[in-house]
């Protein structure tokens, strides 16, 4: 069940986050289940890619601010000039006037094209060629959860995308299934995933902080349960979880709890699936060689509490509609023993 005291903060100003958070509390509560809440804004963007597309919307709202005045003036005065004065006289009737016709059509066409300058601009210079000192990502769509590759670091994590702040990133996405769209409101703009096709975004995150980003084209009956959490680090930080994230998993010691999960793990289905350094070499679902330093499970939708992750391998569909991961009846004991060898993959 959902406690007040374990909601997840937002990070930087958002009016009304507290109230989402609490609504989001109580449909954690409906549904028997602690969600991650994920607070989500573009009002207070962290990255350059944020930080274009939020001064682009802020100076289409203020051109929009003038267009208004403007328009309601012209109404009041039209609206106090042409009143009624006499019912008896008809006002002049006024049919087909070219120069009328003109300028309503002319004068949209001109804001949109003002409109259409910086934005076009902005969506090629945030997939331009990356510089050399970029940090490379391959993000993979999947139905539901994203995949995260760092093909210069051999790395291969899942959810939760490290980001080290003040240095390039470039991003690749793609998809093996369906058309999803990489978003992280507080990172940037939204991006698609259509299959066969590679689309790019390249940002510098500015700020440390934890980012959530959401799946946000319809992709099947998870959609909603695709998020993902964006950990911008201080450089050293980003180094030291890179250095984590290398090495070998541990190999429980005997005789632990681990150590049966271990046993469970590479006897059950799991192998088929699941990499695991050292261990398996799965390819479906998410490479669990470092489980235990994520943040999250089953696609970012749960906080990585020990009752969340039995909940999850007693009966993966159940907690998340449609989920690939199969109910794979495990006992109460193996369901145990899973879950303490999961979280001892630091
Ligand atoms: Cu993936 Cu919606």
Redesign the pocket.
């Known amino acids: 069940m959902m406690h007040a005291g374990s909601v997840r903060r937002r990070e930087g100003g958002w009016p009304g986050g507290s109230a989402l958070a609490r609504l989001a509390a109580l449909g954690g509560s409906l549904t028997g289940c602690e969600m991650v809440t994920a607070p989500t804004t573009t009002l207070a963007p962290k990255s350059d890619f944020a930080r274009l597309s939020h001064d682009i919307f802020l100076r289409i709202l203020w051109w929009d601010l003038g267009i208004l005045l403007l328009v309601v003036t012209v109404l009041l005065f039209v609206v106090v000039r042409f009143r009624e004065r006499d019912p008896q006289t008809m006002p002049a009737q006024v049919r087909g006037h070219a120069g009328l016709e003109l300028s309503w059509t002319v004068a949209p066409v001109l804001v949109l094209t003002v409109i259409a300058f910086p934005t076009v601009r902005a969506v090629f210079r945030t997939q331009d060629a990356p510089p050399a000192n970029a940090l490379r990502v391959r993000v993979t ?4 959860w994203w995949e995260f590759e760092y093909p210069d670091l051999q790395i291969r994590t899942a959810t939760d995308l490290h980001l080290p702040a003040g240095r390039p990133a470039a991003l690749e996405l793609r ?1 093996p299934d ?4 990489f978003w992280i409101p507080q990172l940037g703009g939204k991006r698609d ?1 259509p299959p066969g096709q590679v689309n790019r975004i390249v940002l510098t995150p500015t700020t440390p902080g934890t980012y959530y980003g ?7 009956a ?3 349960n ?1 998020r993902m959490v964006a950990v911008v680090e201080s450089p050293a930080e980003f180094e030291a979880w890179v250095a984590g994230q290398r090495r070998a998993p541990p190999t429980p010691a005997d005789g632990t709890a681990a150590a049966a999960g271990l046993r469970v793990f590479t006897t059950g289905a799991c192998v088929g699936c699941h990499a695991i350094g050292g261990v398996s070499g799965g390819a479906v679902g998410p490479d669990l060689s470092h489980f235990g330093s994520r943040t999250t499970i089953a696609g970012g939708m749960l906080p990585k509490t020990p009752e969340n992750l039995t909940r999850w391998l007693r009966d993966p569909p159940e907690v998340k509609p449609g989920a690939l991961m199969p109910n794979l009846s495990l006992s109460v004991a193996d369901v145990q023993a899973l879950a303490a060898y999961l979280e001892s993959l630091r």
């Open positions: 769509g999947h139905q539901w998809s369906v058309i999803h769209s995933t959401q799946c946000a084209e319809f992709c099947g998870s959609h909603a695709m």
